[in-house]
């Protein structure tokens, strides 16, 4: 079965510094890989995802991730962190079920929180 | 176009009643994803409908159940209500037929608090 690992539960960033966001997964074959959003009391935005091809995507907001198969990792990243980038990241893992959305499953979270 | 939209927003029930939640998918979007999120077990995937039919389930309990409708809304319903369903649930929605790939597009969420 496969697994998400976000390693980090908060982290401290002081606004205008630089941020990534770790993420590692378990899967057998290539996964589908996801970054969310989630501000309180809200559902979850994407962020970005991967399907194949280029190993670095862009996504919304400035943000990019980085594919890394030997590491099985799948970073988030963005140079210049806002007060409003602050919220919940998650990063999912899907694969394919060869018969619809299997259910994506989820890293537990990092919370992100920035310093004026 | 308009995102997926869940009703109610919030909700209070007692333990031993049922609740049903409903979710209208993104227009033309056909599959529709329940998701159950807490802050011990964090997102957890219940189960996923495309075209009226149950494709996928997570590992959740029969008191767990949903259906679709033909204009691909989805309600989803727990019988008997325990403390620990208490939870913040999620409705996702894809465009239709496919893996995983096809990005789920998530409503803001109905949140649940079992007395």
């Known amino acids: 079965a496969q697994s998400v690992t976000q390693p980090d539960i908060h982290i401290t960033v002081s606004e205008g510094a630089s941020l990534e966001l770790r993420c590692n997964y378990s899967?057998?074959?290539?996964?589908?890989l996801f970054w969310y959003v989630q501000s309180p009391g809200q559902g979850l935005q994407l962020l970005l995802k991967?399907?194949?091809?280029?190993?670095l995507v862009q996504g919304i907001k400035g943000f990019e991730a980085e594919f890394k198969r030997s590491q099985s990792s799948f970073n988030l990243r963005k140079p210049s962190v806002h007060w409003s980038d602050a919220a919940e990241y998650f990063c999912?893992?899907?694969?394919?079920?060869?018969?619809?959305?299997?259910?994506?499953?989820f890293g537990k979270g990092t919370h992100l929180i920035i310093q004026p | 176009k308009a995102g997926v939209t869940q009703t109610p927003r919030y909700l209070i029930k007692t333990r031993g009643q049922q609740v049903t939640l409903s979710c209208s998918p993104i227009?033309?979007?056909?599959?529709v994803s329940w998701y159950q999120q807490t802050p011990g077990q964090g997102l957890q995937f219940l189960f996923e409908?495309?075209?009226?039919?149950?494709?996928n389930k997570g590992n959740f309990p029969g008191r767990f159940s949903g259906r679709q409708f033909s204009n691909s809304r989805s309600e989803m319903n727990v019988s008997t209500l325990e403390l620990g369903d208490s939870a913040l649930y999620l409705c996702?929605?894809?465009?239709?037929?496919?893996?995983?790939?096809?990005?789920?597009?998530f409503g803001p969420g109905t949140r649940l608090l079992v007395l």
């Open positions: 899967y057998g074959a290539t996964p589908y």
């Open positions: 991967y399907f194949s091809g280029d190993t």
């Open positions: 227009s033309g979007h056909r599959s």
């Open positions: 999912a893992v899907g694969r394919d079920s060869g018969g619809g959305a299997d259910g994506l499953t």
């Open positions: 409908y495309f075209s009226e039919t149950q494709r």
């Open positions: 996702a929605s894809s465009p239709g037929q496919g893996p995983t790939q096809e990005t789920q597009y």
